[in-house]
């Protein structure tokens, strides 16, 4: 009697990489990916050739706020606290000339920002979102006062009116080692 012995039959790996490359495939396209998020910013244009001589800005038109490695923060000279910078920055913004050391206009108001290299990047964040809120709350305020709507609220034409108002003008230095810590 002739054994009825066959060998185990093969299974065809043939098609397998065609399989692992469609998975791979579906996972990618399915897979969420995190979006950086960072801060928005309107970039100056690019200088001209010839470039008219730019305006003399007095010293009293500027708000110097320094963060050091520390984390610290320096406005005009003093330490302050972030969550007091808000209210400072709308203070120096919305002085119209009444104080003299400070700002002659909004329009005139610059923010000067410059942070150590040592920073922290939740720091000079928490620093920016105060400068920003700043701005919002005046701009906020005028259109309530104005349109009697807030300034989210406005169309184009009445946004782009309350901006000329409350131009927002934060000035960002490169940073530099000025906390100490080397």
């Given at each position: 009697?002739?054994?009825n012995?066959?060998?185990?039959?093969?299974?065809n790996?043939?098609?397998?990489?065609?399989?692992?490359?469609?998975?791979?495939?579906?996972?990618?396209?399915?897979?969420?990916?995190?979006?950086?998020?960072?801060?928005?910013?309107?970039l100056?244009p690019?200088?001209?050739e010839?470039?008219?001589?730019?305006?003399e800005?007095?010293?009293?038109?500027?708000?110097?706020?320094?963060?050091?490695?520390n984390?610290?923060?320096l406005?005009?000279?003093?330490?302050?606290?972030?969550?007091?910078?808000?209210?400072?920055?709308?203070?120096?913004?919305?002085?119209?000339?009444?104080?003299?050391?400070?700002?002659?206009s909004?329009?005139?108001?610059?923010?000067?920002?410059?942070?150590?290299?040592?920073?922290?990047?939740?720091?000079y964040i928490?620093?920016?979102?105060?400068?920003?809120?700043?701005?919002?709350?005046?701009r906020?305020?005028?259109s309530?006062?104005?349109?009697?709507?807030?300034?989210?609220?406005?169309?184009?034409t009445q946004?782009?009116?309350i901006?000329?108002?409350?131009?927002?003008?934060?000035?960002?230095?490169?940073?530099?080692n000025?906390?100490?810590?080397?």
């Amino acid at each position: 009697m002739a054994s009825n012995r066959r060998g185990l039959p093969e299974i065809n790996a043939g098609s397998m990489a065609d399989i692992a490359f469609l998975l791979l495939i579906f996972f990618l396209v399915t897979t969420t990916m995190d979006q950086d998020t960072g801060i928005a910013r309107k970039l100056p244009p690019m200088p001209e050739e010839e470039q008219e001589k730019p305006p003399e800005i007095k010293a009293k038109n500027i708000y110097v706020v320094l963060i050091n490695s520390n984390n610290q923060l320096l406005v005009e000279g003093e330490w302050t606290e972030i969550s007091q910078l808000k209210d400072g920055a709308k203070k120096f913004i919305n002085n119209n000339g009444s104080d003299p050391a400070s700002s002659d206009s909004p329009q005139k108001a610059i923010i000067s920002l410059q942070n150590d290299r040592g920073t922290e990047y939740m720091t000079y964040i928490r620093v920016q979102n105060e400068l920003a809120a700043a701005y919002n709350e005046l701009r906020n305020d005028a259109s309530l006062n104005k349109f009697g709507e807030r300034y989210t609220d406005l169309n184009k034409t009445q946004q782009k009116e309350i901006r000329k108002m409350y131009p927002q003008k934060i000035s960002e230095a490169e940073p530099k080692n000025i906390g100490g810590n080397e």
